[in-house]
């Protein structure tokens, strides 16, 4: 721009006439610019280089259904009460716990506090329909260990379980706030099909927010959320991302969870293949990022000053010539 407004008209010589008489101006307005090319390279460097990076996604929803997997090998202990835990003594893999009770091969109750520790790395399916009991599947590497109120182990059960918690309304008339800690990766809801036969638990409703690094100070930004509707599917890329949040119920239908989860992308897959996808990129960044929007405002502002000031000390040294 700046180059562009000083040599339009070059049988006027600006330059010629403005090194004649203010030298040493001139020098400083060069200097002035060859820095403002620097910092915009550094700046358009820096935006891209941000741009690449992962941001983070703040999850709040509600859902019949949650798959986690669990990172650790020692997951935290999963409490309950008036629990019913069914497993099978062959421990196959065909195991339903949505079957009828009578495919089951073995149960256990237990109708007052206690919680279940499992061992090794884990697949665990959270699932309530409605109002009714939450039913826990778990599938791990190692034996799960079950134990009373007293931190007493009571029952050693194999790998592939599951646990129902019978009535979670009378837990919280009791004041009981169950909970669960989860550091690993979350599948939140699924998109209907066609099935006739579906034992799929539907995403509810929730939404998702963006939340990404300013440009200078590093302050986080939050994008407005997105909003998640019924049979809504969440997917991030890459696979299995950083993830941390918490499980837990109240006394409306299914599951809520709240997770923040490190990704490149988010996307809100929707009947008919219809895909909303989420990403931090310079988009995004210019809509909310107000560092980024006031410092490229001042970089576009500086050329119009220099052109200004060259244009001003040649209307000067014209003036004195004359």
Not at 17 to 43: D, K, M, N, W
Not at 275 to 283: D, E, P, V
């Amino acid at each position: 721009m700046l180059l562009a407004a000083v040599v339009s008209e070059p049988e006027k010589k600006v330059f010629f006439y403005i090194s004649e008489q203010y030298p040493r101006t001139l020098h400083c307005i060069a200097f002035f610019f060859s820095l403002y090319v620097v910092f915009l390279g550094l700046l358009i460097a820096k935006i891209a280089f941000n741009s690449f990076s992962p941001g983070s996604f703040i999850v709040t929803a509600r859902s019949e259904r949650i798959e986690y997997q669990a990172q650790s090998i020692d997951p935290p202990r999963i409490p309950f009460r008036d629990a019913t835990l069914n497993w099978e003594e062959s421990n196959t893999e065909v195991f339903d716990p949505l079957a009828a009770e009578g495919a089951l091969t073995r149960t256990h109750q237990h109708p007052g506090l206690g919680s279940l520790q499992i061992q090794g790395k884990a697949t665990i399916i959270f699932s309530r329909i409605g109002k009714g009991p939450l039913h826990i599947l778990i599938k791990s590497s190692g034996k799960n260990l079950v134990f009373d109120e007293n931190d007493q182990k009571i029952l050693t059960l194999p790998e592939t379980m599951d646990l129902v918690l019978n009535n979670p309304l009378d837990m919280i008339a009791r004041g009981v706030a169950w909970k669960y800690n989860v550091d690993g990766p979350l599948l939140v809801g699924k998109v209907p099909t066609y099935d006739a036969y579906q034992q799929n638990g539907l995403l509810l409703d929730g939404e998702i927010h963006m939340v990404a690094r300013q440009l200078l100070s590093g302050n986080h930004y939050k994008v407005d959320p997105y909003k998640l509707q019924l049979g809504d599917g969440l997917e991030f890329f890459p696979e299995a991302p950083k993830t941390s949040g918490m499980i837990t119920f109240d006394l409306d239908q299914g599951l809520e969870v709240v997770a923040i989860v490190e990704a490149n992308s988010a996307t809100i897959k929707k009947f008919r293949n219809t895909n909303l996808k989420i990403r931090n990129n310079l988009w995004s960044k210019l809509g909310k990022d107000e560092e980024l929007v006031i410092t490229w405002a001042i970089m576009l502002a500086v050329p119009g000053i220099l052109v200004f000031a060259v244009r001003l000390l040649y209307f000067h040294s014209q003036m004195k010539l004359k």
